[in-house]
Structures are given as structure tokens and as C-alpha cells.
């Protein structure tokens, strides 16, 4: 079982910055890759980022390519996802996602995912 934990969501102004961060417990983090998705109110998920496990290789959507950045620190066992140049079309509830395969076409799709944490809302006012 692993438990996955969000911190860092809040309220910012457009063009300001956040950091999310996403922490593990009950299995070793450094071994998996992980993705962050977010959901606005009345849409459907999707996908933000992911990172391979050895931090590697990353991926972005193209809606933040060049304004998020995907990094992890596995000696701590945390992924973090550095929001510069907010909009309000970003705000959402952001979700930390665990998977256990070794697939990597990227992993866009969120039942590739087999473990997700509760979410930090995100709100960004114009």
C-alpha cells in the first residue's frame, strides 16, 4: 500500500508561482515513476507532467510546457512540480499519481496510474 500526500496548493495571481509537492509512504518512492494530473471544476482530469523514476526523462502536456517543471528528490523520498506564469485556466485540484509498471509511452492516461493522492487545490485569480 503506498500513501501519497500533496502540499503546496493556494491562491496566487496570474503570472505568480507555486510549488507542489508530493511525498510517499509504505513503499519506496525512488524506484517508480510519477505524474501529476489536475482537475477543474466540471471537467474531466488530466494530465500535467510525469517523471521517470530515475528523473531522467520527463513529459509535459502541451498546456504548461515551458511554465511547469517535473523534478524529484528520491533520497527524500518527493516529487515536486514548479508552477511559474500562472493563469487562471490553471487553477484545479492537482493530483500526485504513483505507477507501478516500467512502461514508458509516456504515461498520459491516468489508469496507468495505480496509486493517487487526495489532491492540493490550486486557484489562480486574474
Known amino acids: 500500500q503506498v500513501q501519497l500526500v500533496e502540499s503546496g496548493g493556494g491562491l496566487v495571481q496570474a503570472g505568480g508561482s507555486l510549488r507542489l509537492s508530493c511525498t510517499a509512504s509504505?513503499?519506496?518512492?525512488?524506484?517508480?515513476?510519477v505524474g501529476w494530473f489536475r482537475q477543474a471544476p466540471g471537467k474531466e482530469r488530466e494530465f500535467v507532467a510525469a517523471?521517470?523514476?530515475?528523473?531522467?526523462?520527463?513529459h509535459y502536456a502541451d498546456s504548461v510546457k515551458g511554465r511547469f517543471t517535473i523534478s524529484r528528490d528520491n533520497a527524500k523520498g518527493t516529487v515536486y512540480l514548479q508552477m511559474n506564469n500562472l493563469k487562471p485556466e490553471d487553477t484545479a485540484i492537482y493530483y500526485c499519481a504513483l505507477k507501478l509498471s516500467n512502461a514508458w509511452n509516456p504515461p498520459v492516461a491516468s489508469y496507468e496510474y495505480d496509486y493517487w493522492g487526495q489532491g492540493t487545490q490550486v486557484t489562480v485569480s486574474s
Open positions: 509504505g513503499r519506496t518512492f525512488s524506484g517508480y515513476d
Open positions: 517523471i521517470r523514476w530515475s528523473g531522467q526523462t520527463t
